[in-house]
């Protein structure tokens, strides 16, 4: 990136495999699936019945009762994450709020809210809609509670990309600080979208894994038994940071973001466009913005969604990048132990390509038991691997063909 160096010293996120970065990064390396059957609803009448859903969340951790009533779930777990990641980070200490700034993505905003709104009008009539229901639902709310709860006064933004929504989030706050309009971004992406309206929507789609009867093998990206992507809650959420400000505090930088790249495949609303070339656009921005050339990076955590065609045009766009180089790569998709966290992928995969360039540990592609013929990189299969890397970098192909690609090098 031209312009200031911008560093992550914290990380927070609430997904499928626990409610820390700690209990996510652990159950990751060990290959574990947070992938179970639907409990929030009734799923009897559908043909998919398996989530990724947060477990043993309180929200009164984090809130007093009556403020939790009045937030809708995916800015509580975005408020949960920010919890982690501001503490992590001391930004306590040394911080001018005035120049801090929060950027929280979504894609579906407070659909639960929504849809129990909705209820409520239809069976009990419009007096008995809450008043608080455009503030629990409106697409920016996680990010004007998480400024709220710590007095953050700098710029306070939503980006609303399907999901690629988080990585552009964390691409475009970095820029923020790079430009020096801040000093600091809370920057990240929440998501709770398992209610039933979205399981119809995605399930008639035929977009959702249909591989009820055992929900932690149903995500499988890149193998050739792979037939559909599983659906996820949660937050993550990443404290970007211009390096000398950091240093100054004596703040820990567990990594610099060196380049962001994005792109829309012009193509179709749901399908990617043939060979992935939206994709390939993004990453080849993302390597001109970080300056460097496509064999340092060593590590791609995949966009990855276990979905025919996006599996496909995804490899197909690896290669087109990095040529030979694209054999040399360890590539892997997380979403095959997470599912599919929406508008919060991008920044959860963020922060996994942090970790394994902190720890030398390449997370694998699990479930991954029968390769594509097609799809012939190295996919990181079963099992974490210990690898030192220096540079890793991070896909997000979203809905409306958008295009978000992160790149990290190591401190």
């Avoid at 007093?64 to 809708?72: G, L, M, Q, T």
Wanted: aromatic share 6%.
């Amino acid at each position: 990136m031209i312009g200031r160096r911008v560093v992550v010293t914290g990380m927070g996120a609430v997904t499928p495999l626990g409610l820390d970065v700690p209990t996510l990064w652990s159950a990751l390396t060990a290959g574990r699936s947070g992938i179970r059957k639907i409990q929030s609803f009734d799923t009897t009448s559908f043909d998919t019945k398996i989530a990724g859903e947060v477990q043993d969340f309180e929200a009164t951790r984090y809130f007093d009762r009556k403020d939790a009533r009045r937030a809708d779930r995916f800015a509580q777990l975005a408020v949960a994450a920010a919890t982690e990641a501001v503490g992590d980070a001391k930004l306590d200490q040394g911080v001018d709020r005035d120049r801090v700034g929060v950027s929280i993505a979504t894609a579906g905003g407070g659909l639960q809210s929504v849809v129990e709104t909705a209820n409520t009008l239809q069976e009990r009539g419009p007096s008995r809609v809450s008043p608080f229901f455009v503030t629990m639902y409106i697409a920016n709310a996680a990010s004007g509670l998480v400024s709220l709860r710590w007095g953050f006064r700098g710029p306070s933004l939503t980006h609303v990309s399907a999901c690629a929504s988080s990585s552009h989030s964390v691409g475009e706050a970095a820029e923020a600080v790079r430009r020096g309009q801040v000093d600091v971004m809370v920057a990240g992406g929440a998501e709770a979208v398992i209610v039933p309206i979205a399981i119809a929507a995605f399930g008639n789609m035929r977009a959702l894994s249909r591989r009820n009867d055992e929900p932690e093998r149903a995500s499988r990206p890149f193998d050739l038994g792979r037939d559909g992507f599983v659906l996820s809650e949660g937050a993550a959420v990443l404290v970007l940071e211009e390096a000398e400000h950091a240093a100054r505090r004596g703040a820990k930088s567990y990594g610099e973001l060196i380049g962001y790249g994005a792109s829309d495949d012009a193509y179709h609303m749901a399908d990617p466009a043939p060979g992935g070339v939206g994709g390939a656009l993004s990453m080849r921005a993302a390597l001109a913005n970080a300056g460097i050339a496509p064999e340092e990076v060593g590590y791609i955590n995949a966009h990855g969604t276990s979905t025919p065609a996006n599996d496909r045009a995804e490899t197909q766009a690896i290669k087109d990048v990095f040529g030979d180089h694209a054999y040399k790569l360890m590539v892997s998709s997380t979403k095959s132990m997470t599912g599919h966290l929406f508008g919060a992928a991008g920044a959860l995969e963020a922060i996994i390509c942090v970790l394994a360039l902190r720890d030398g540990c390449i997370p694998p592609t699990i479930n991954y038991d029968t390769p594509d013929p097609e799809l012939d990189l190295d996919f990181v299969p079963n099992v974490a691997r210990a690898a030192q890397v220096r540079v890793a970098l991070s896909n997000s192909m979203g809905l409306g063909g958008t295009n978000g690609s992160l790149i990290f090098r190591a401190p």
